[in-house]
């Protein structure tokens, strides 16, 4: 499955395609692959916004 290209408002829908797209990738993985996809996506997630945070403040 390709990764869902998401509305500029963001509705119900886009949530609905990203829910589908994240269960299509994830289905398949053992509960401790899950956790490590899961753990990596919000670590990089997190590092983003630190990112983001160093450069408004520069």
């Not at 290209?5 to 994240?22: A, Q």
């Amino acid at each position: 499955m390709e990764k869902p290209i998401l509305s500029d408002d963001f509705t119900i829908e886009d949530i609905h395609k990203l829910r589908e797209y994240n269960y299509e990738k994830t289905k398949d993985l053992t509960r401790q692959e899950k956790m490590d996809y899961y753990n990596n996506k919000g670590k990089e997630f997190l590092k983003k916004l630190e990112q983001e945070k160093m450069q408004n403040v520069i």
